[in-house]
Each structure stands twice: as C-alpha cells, then as structure tokens.
C-alpha cells in the first residue's frame, strides 16, 4: 500500500519536474527568439552589434588577405588581428548558442549558411592558436554574413516597403557572392595545387575581386588568369553558377532601381513653414490652386507646398514642378501610411489640405476617401489643422463623428454642392451676386488695356479687388460700424463690409455683417474689400491726428506719435467719438463736438410718416405699439407680420429660417393645368437634369437661402421645380419643412412646361443638372443638356401681355391649388433672351456655347474672363477651387461667405441637419425672433427709389455715404447694362462692377448691390421720401 503510494508520489514528482523543465527551456527559447529577432531593446542591441563584429571581421580579413601568403609562423601573443579576431570569435559562438536554442527545428538550424559560416571559421581560429600559425583559412565566408543585412533591416524597422527589402536581398546577395568567390580564389591560387602546394602564385585579395569582376562581365582581359588546377576547376563552376546567378539578379536590381521613385524620400525642413496639400492631385488642378495660393497680391507667402499623391507626376506636371521648385515639393505616397505621413513631415506642417475630383463618377465615394484621409492624418497628428473639399452636404455630418476634428482649431470644410447652390440661390435675389462674391475670393490682376471695351474695364477692374482681413487702429475705436465704413471708403479708399466681435461670456468670435449700431472697440479685426493687401494696412496706420489732412491715401503710413500710441486711453476714444460725429453729421451717444454732452431731445409721441421701425420693434413693443384684437381679445402688436401670427411655429428651431410642417410631396406636385390656374409671377423656376439614380444634389441648399427668417413671409420667392419626380422623391425628406415650393413633373427642355409654370415671368430660371458626366464620353458633352435647356428657353417668345384679374380677394372656389389669390400681373418677357437666367456647367470652357450671339469669347478663354460670367449667367463650381487658398490665410473669410449665401446656416443647424430628420419646428422666443436681425443680400434700382437723383449725375461715392447714412445699407457694387444706348435694339445684358471707385460716375438704370438688415428694403426703393434713419440697435 505504502509502495504504491510512494510510487505514485514519484511519477507525480516526474511529470512535475518534466513540466517546469518544458516550461524552462520554452522561457529560455522565447527569449532568444525576442533577442535574435530584435524585439526588445536588449535584442536590437545584439542583433546589431553582432552585425557591427561581422564587418569588422570582415575587414580584418580584407587586411590580412592583401598581404602575401596565406600562412604564417607567428605565435599567437605576438599577432595583433589574430587576438582580435579571437574576440570576434567569441562572440560568434555565443551569438552561435542564442540562435541554437532560438531554433525550433534544431536539424534545419545546423545545414543553414549562417551555421556553416561559423563551423568553418570559429574553429580554424582555435586550431591556429594551438600550432602558433597564423592561417587565413576559410575566414572570407564571414562575408556571407552581409545577406543578412536585409533581415536585421527589417529588425530595427530601417526597411518596410517590399520593393527596398527585396532590392536590398539582391544587393547583399550580389556583393557577398561576389567577395566570397574572390576570397576562394585568392585562396587556391596563393596555396598551390595538392600535395606539393608549390606552383601557386602571388595574388593579393583585390586582384581576385577585380579578376572575378572581369569575368563576370564577360570581357576577360586576361591580364590576371588562374594557373592552379584547383582554381580553374572553381573559375569553370562560378562562370556556369555564379555568373548564371548574376545575369538574373541584374536585370532585377536595375529594374528595382528604374521603379524606385524619385518622389521618394523626405521632407527637408530647412526652417520654413509647409502646407501638405493632397487628395485630387492632377496638373489642372495644381495649377488652379497654386495660381491663386501663389498670387502677387497676397503679402509675401513664405509657405513651402508639399504635394503627396500615389501616382507619379505626368510631365506636365513635372514641367511645373521644376518651374517652381523653390516653392512646391512633390512626394509619392499615401496619405493612409503613416510612413508617408513621416516623409512629408506633416507633423510640423501648419495645415494639410485635401481636394476632391468635382468631375468625379460616385461624389459619395470620392467624399468617403477624403473623410478617410483625415481620418488619418487626424489619428497621426492630432493637433493640425485640416481643410477639406466635399462633393456633397449630407457627407459634412461625419466629420463631426472625428473625435480630433475641431473648428476651434482651424479645421473647415468646403462643401462645394452647398456653396454652388447657395451662390445660385443668392442670385435669385441679386443677379449677378454670384459673379460678383466669386471674384472677391479669387486672386486676380484686373489688368486693363485700352484697345478693351469700356464695359470689360469696368469688369475687369472690379476682378482685382479680393477680401482682406486687418486690425483697426485705435483711432476707429467708439465709431459705429457705419460711421467706420464711410470713413474707409471716403479717405482710405477701402471696403469694410464686416467686422468680428468677442464675446466676453463665452469666449468665442462673432462675425457681423454690416452691423446696426455695433461700436468699434479696441483690436477690433474688420473684413475688407481692396485690391491687395498694402492698401489694406491703411486701416491699421491710420491715424487721426497724423492723417486727417492727407488726401493721397497712398501716404498714409503707420506713425510714432502719442495719439496712435496710447489710441486705447480715453482721449483717444473721444477724438474718435469727434471724428464720427464729424462724418455721420450729428452729436453720436450724446457727445457733441465740443465734448460736452449734449441735451437729449424731448421725445415725442407722433411718428413721421414713412418711418421703418427698428429690427428689434416688432419683438420688444413701445407704447402705443399694442393693441387689442377685436375678435379674440388678445393683446398682439401691431408691427408684427399678420401672416405669421396665424401659425404656432413658423421658424425652424434656431429661427433662423422659415419653417412650415412637413407635407407629402404629392401635396406639392402640380400638373400643367394647376401651374396655369396659379398664374406664378415673381417665382423661381428650377429647371432640373436628373435620372432617377442620379447622385443627390442637396436642392435644400437652393432653397434654405430663400426661406431666411431675414424675409418676410410675403416676401419670400415661390419655387418651382420642373424636372423628373422620383428624382425629387429622393430628396423631399430635406424639402418638406420649407414652404413654397411646387413640382411640375416635366421636361425642363419642353417649352410647354415651361410655359405653363410662367418662365417669361419668374424673378430667375435656374438650370442644373444632377447627371454624372459618363468617363468615358467627352468632357466637353457634360453640359449638353444644360446648354440645349438655356438655348430653347431664350429661343422662346411670349406674349407681351397684362393679366387681366382683379385685385380683391377672389371665392375660395377661385383660388388656384397652392392657395394663393390670383391677381393682377406685370407684363411679361416678350424674348427668351431677356429673361434672368443662370446656367451651371460642369466643364468650364462650354461656357462660350449658352451665348451664341457672343463671339468674343476665345475658347481658351478663362470662365471669369468671359461675358456669360460677367453678366451673372454662368457659374461653375471651378470658381469655388480659391476658397481653399482663401480660408488657410484667413480661416474667417469662409464663416463670412457661408453665412451671406446660405442665409444664416449656423453649427447648431448643422449638427441638427446630421441627425438626418430635417428641420425642426421652434416656437418663437425674443432668442430666435432676433436672429432675424442679421443682414442678406439685395439689388435695389436707383431709378425707383430716394436715390434716384444720384442716377443723372451723382458718384458712386455719394451714393455710398447716403446709403450708409440714411438707411444702413451697405453698397458693394453694380450691376449696369452692357449696352448704355436707347437704340431699340440695345442690349438687354447686365455685368457685374466689383466695388467701384468713389469717382465713378451713375447711371439711372445702374442696380446696386447692397447688404441689407432685416425690413429695410421696403424702406427704399418705393418709398417717397427718406425716413430718419437712426444708427442705434
């Protein structure tokens, strides 16, 4: 019993021992493995210094080799390379031991080049000591070692990509080769033939390398030849082997060579910044955003730009990379291997900026490649600032998933399906806006010639006028915002269409444009429009003690003196406050020009007729501004729009634009017989190309920017949409809280649809088209359904006739289907031609097809250059390329742009957008009833209006101060007839004048470009008389 225990006890004991010894030799063979392989610090250490003991061994050899003999009798005490070479040796066989117990098969291990190496070299060495001989033996196989030099690479993570590590085996593989087969014969042919070993010859070990050399290129000089029996049998195996192996390996090494790109390597930074720009990278569109990035008019650009993109540059893309190579870097790479990301530097970049392909085939896939980029560029360098292009505004949403991605850090996003509709949607409003705002974000000269027409150098003129940011010098501080403006534009000869405020409270800026009543404090940065950045520093040196009597605005220079110095003390701010007064020509904040206060008026009750109530009115009623419903009894105020009061909600959430319940589409869809009976006038008509599977466009961006809660509800323009309706089905879900809108399912080329939804009287006839262009048709057909559409409409005639209905409210069996009274119209468009219209292209050069009886145009004619462009008839999402040079030199100038086309879009709107549910419905509160105090877009007639008398022979200056005076409306430019004469057959064209000098003389039939507030443009092209306009909130 106690046997068998015990028994038992000891085989327990066994399995035990046997399992800790697996356990132990498993731990020991782990570590080799990690120290032969380099994984940790203390393997890397090794692996390296075991490399660094095999090239100097080797070098030892070369030393003792290129003395003569091969055998010498000197003790070991006396023999300096032999001694170090026992050192080598040592360390060998221990490194020999690590990799014997690293091994997982251990007979594999023992027939491998490294451990015939060291069996034919560690041994000899030992033998040599004992017979006190010196014998250079087999010791040339050490240089085999070296084809391990692409593995311990790869070790210390020196070699990644394939095409290195196999270049790098081809190379070892060569060289080792090569030596040790100099090596053998230096050998043979210095010992002689056996047994007597006395007919060998004299040969150093680099008259071997070179002979082998010889041999292998087949020339054979024949100056060095083998004598030895042994080392012509050895010539004859290395010319069938060795030669065959080199003949395969050459061509190999020099096609590795011709592939490795001369875009590879890095980035060197000699102290100066760098921008990496990547994404779409072609020679057009390089050259779009290097002409605009690169434009004499920016102050100096010190700014290196770092190209990365995986193909290789074509040569005209080469061409220009050696034009500027001072400037611009080009790399191959990935902006997905953080490896390239190293190479480019981006780390240290200031910004990294990424372009779509606005031509591409799938505008989702390209948008998912770029967000993937920055998802990239974000996870290596978390902190650097990112601009990107997207083809699509429902892709803008998952930027913000990005835990990195911040608009605080400078981080934006160009999305060019949201800015081109928006652009359209502003001319709507303001023909031409588009045209106008596209040249202000462009770099361009404006050059003139005098052989031009005078049309093309008022156009022209105004192209070289771009946006500029500058800090106002101190002398502005307690100006209003008009006051600053006039001061400007009459003495500096400067645009200030905005300026950016700080909030104390919550830390963050505010642009505002064209405020009401908003004072200049101190380092206040103010948006401007200018030619170039020089005169916009005007701003900034302006002083009024030093400048006051300078009329050359060309002088004005930054001075020393004490009042632009101490601008910030109280003196200062009151000479500021004298100036003002000076300019708006009457006592501002009760401060007269002598300094004293001044009496406050007695307030009086009665109110001049004509006078437009303050912004804030209807919202914060007066006395005398309520009054009691007969009806219901309840208290309402008098100045709020009626039509609005009948609904609960009527703005969205963040009041920033109209807002009406959701409706089913088939609620909006009319037929040609309703579109008639509605009788539209004053509309927007959408003539839209698409299929049923075409990409979406986002129409939402056309029409948000006509329902702006900046508009009265009566004011805003009905829409209809003539094109294919499961189409529109698609997007309805981003539509359906947006009033006004009607569908017409139709063919926008079909003149019968477009006669019965009024085209010769809507307010504009917008034509685009959502079709992917097919790859492989030519570009320049992209456009055809656009172009044929724009020809037929002004082909059209129409009927010069009145709508003969009365005014007064018609039965309710009278109305038309979308609810409306049908009453009296204007006289509608007797010629297609005439109507207001814009085309949107694909392919920029097309342009010169929708205005056949324009023949000026060159085909190669840049689009801005173009009469269609300068007219407002044309658009192009190309224009749109600049913003990207815009907003990385001034990262307010987008947040500007956006909010004056999108008509009030905020971050809170967006983040609401991407839930993907559409706009919601808010209930009105004093918060959002004051978001509709912000400014939008307009284009008023001179002619019918107060300013009328400007228009025989006033300035363009006079009607600047007088805007700005009497009504706070901001003018930024023209929009003028082409054809000035009373001909009959005059032309009906309108071009854009980008912000004219103050001495250009009006015209009566001149429209004005202006930036309104909220309930201002009644107040002046119908009324009567001028009201007092008060520049107070």
Not at 204 to 213: N, P, R
Not at 258 to 285: L, W
Not at 852 to 868: A, G, R, S, V, W
């Amino acid at each position: 019993m106690n046997t068998g225990s015990g028994g038992l006890f000891r085989n327990q004991k066994m399995k035990i021992q046997s399992s800790l010894r697996v356990i132990f030799m498993q731990r020991q063979k782990n570590w080799a493995g990690e120290l032969i392989s380099g994984q940790t610090r203390a393997g890397k250490i090794l692996v390296f210094c075991v490399f660094i003991l095999s090239v100097v061994s080797l070098l030892v050899y070369f030393r003792d080799a290129s003395a003569e003999g091969v055998e010498h009798c000197i003790p070991y005490h006396e023999n300096t390379s032999q001694q170090v070479d026992l050192a080598f040796n040592v360390g060998f066989m221990i490194y020999f031991l690590i990799r014997f117990v690293a091994a997982n098969d251990k007979l594999h291990f023992m027939f491998e080049i490294g451990s015939f190496v060291d069996y034919f070299t560690i041994p000899p060495m030992f033998v040599s000591i004992f017979l006190d001989r010196t014998w250079i033996g087999l010791r040339f196989l050490r240089v085999l070692r070296l084809m391990s030099i692409p593995d311990i690479l790869q070790y210390l993570n020196v070699l990644k990509l394939s095409t290195s590590i196999r270049l790098t085996q081809l190379i070892a593989m060569f060289i080792s080769v090569w030596l040790a087969a100099a090596g053998i014969v230096h050998l043979l042919e210095n010992s002689g033939d056996p047994p007597d070993f006395d007919n060998g010859q004299s040969l150093t070990y680099w008259d071997c390398v070179y002979f082998l050399m010889v041999t292998m290129s087949t020339v054979g000089y024949g100056d060095i030849s083998c004598i030895t029996s042994l080392g012509r049998a050895f010539q004859v195996l290395f010319l069938t082997v060795g030669l065959a192996l080199f003949a395969s390996a050459i061509p190999e090494i020099i096609e590795l060579l011709g592939n490795r790109t001369k875009y590879g390597g890095s980035f060197k930074n000699e102290r100066v910044r760098h921008i990496v720009v990547c994404g779409h990278i072609t020679y057009e569109s390089v050259t779009y955003f290097l002409k605009d990035f690169l434009h004499p008019d920016r102050e100096k650009v010190e700014e290196m730009v770092v190209f990365l993109h995986r193909a290789e540059p074509d040569l005209e893309f080469e061409g220009l990379l050696k034009r500027r190579h001072t400037q611009i870097k080009y790399f191959q790479g990935s902006l997905m291997n953080p490896g390239d990301l190293e190479r480019t530097k981006i780390r240290e970049a200031d910004a990294c900026l990424l372009l779509a392909n606005k031509y591409c085939q799938d505008p989702d896939a390209e948008d998912a490649a770029n967000i993937m980029r920055v998802i990239s560029i974000k996870n290596y360098a978390h902190d650097l600032r990112v601009i990107i292009q997207l083809m699509q505004y429902h892709n803008k949403a998952y930027l913000m998933n990005i835990p990195s991605w911040s608009l605080s850090n400078g981080d934006d996003v160009i999305c060019l399906a949201e800015l081109k509709l928006g652009f359209i949607a502003q001319s709507c409003l303001a023909p031409g806006f588009t045209t106008l705002m596209a040249n202000l974000f462009a770099m361009r000269s404006g050059e003139t010639s005098p052989d031009m027409e005078a049309w093309q150098r008022d156009y022209l003129q105004g192209t070289g006028c771009e946006m500029y940011t500058e800090i106002l010098s101190p002398s502005f501080v307690g100006m209003t915002f008009n006051q600053a403006s006039i001061l400007c534009f009459t003495k500096l000869k400067l645009l200030l269409l905005a300026i950016e405020t700080k909030s104390d409270i919550v830390k963050e800026t505010k642009i505002m444009i064209n405020p009401r009543g908003v004072k200049i404090v101190a380092n206040t940065v103010g948006f401007f429009i200018a030619n170039d950045a020089e005169e916009v520093r005007r701003a900034n040196a302006f002083c009024k003690a030093c400048h006051e009597d300078i009329k050359d605005c060309n002088l004005i220079r930054k001075c020393k003196c004490k009042n632009f110095v101490s601008g910030l003390l109280a003196h200062s701010v009151i000479k500021s406050q004298q100036m003002a007064t000076g300019i708006a020509g009457k006592p501002m904040n009760g401060v007269t020009q002598n300094g004293t206060k001044a009496k406050s008026p007695t307030p009086t009750t009665t109110k001049p007729a004509n006078v437009p109530p303050p912004p804030c009115a209807p919202y914060c009623p007066k006395p005398g501004q309520l009054k009691i419903e007969k009806k219901t009894g309840r208290v309402v105020n008098d100045l709020v729009d009626i039509d609005f009061e009948q609904t609960i909600m009527k703005y969205d959430s963040t009041g920033m634009f109209h807002w009406t319940p959701a409706r089913a589409i088939e609620e909006c869809i009319i037929d040609k017989k309703e579109a008639a009976m509605t009788v539209l006038n004053g509309h927007v008509v959408v003539c839209l190309f698409a299929d049923v599977d075409s990409p979406l466009i986002g129409l939402r961006n056309l029409v948000m920017p006509l329902r702006a809660s900046n508009f009265h509800f009566h004011e805003i323009k009905h829409v209809v949409i003539v094109g294919e309706v499961d189409y529109i089905r698609r997007e309805w879900k981003t539509l359906q809280n947006l009033p006004k809108i009607s569908i017409l399912a139709g063919c926008p080329r079909n003149r019968e649809d477009l006669r019965a939804v009024n085209v010769n009287l809507c307010d504009m006839c917008i034509i685009v088209s959502a079709k992917v262009p097919s790859s492989s048709d030519d570009s320049s057909l992209a456009d055809k359904e656009a172009i044929l559409a724009t020809l037929n409409i002004k082909a059209m005639t129409f009927d010069d006739t009145f709508g003969a209905l009365a005014k007064n409210p018609a039965p309710s069996d009278s109305r038309s289907p979308l609810g409306n009274t049908i009453v009296l119209q204007r006289r509608g468009t007797v010629f297609g031609a005439c109507m207001p219209m814009i085309t949107e292209l694909v392919n920029d050069s097309n342009v010169q097809f929708i205005d056949p009886d324009d023949d000026d145009d060159d085909p190669d004619t840049e689009l801005y250059l173009t009469q269609p462009f300068a007219c407002g008839t044309a658009f192009a999402v190309s224009v749109l390329d600049s913003l990207m040079s815009t907003t990385y030199f001034n990262p307010n100038a987008l947040t500007l742009i956006r909010s004056l086309i999108t008509g009030g879009a905020t971050q809170e709107l967006e983040q609401i957008l991407a839930e993907g549910a559409g706009l919601r419905g808010g209930y009105s509160t004093p918060k959002t009833l004051n978001n509709r105090d912000r400014c939008r877009v307009g284009q008023v007639p001179i002619f019918d209006g107060p300013m009328a008398k400007l228009g025989e022979s006033g300035t363009y200056s006079e009607l600047f101060v007088a805007c700005l005076k009497n009504f706070g409306v901001l003018c930024i430019g023209l929009y003028r007839f082409r054809d000035t004469s009373s001909c009959f057959n005059a032309s009906s064209k309108r071009y854009v004048i980008t912000n004219p000098p103050g001495t250009f003389k009006l015209l009566p039939t001149d429209q004005v470009f202006v930036l309104m507030q909220f309930g201002r443009k009644k107040d002046w092209p119908h009324g009567k008389e001028i009201p007092d306009y008060k520049d107070e909130p």
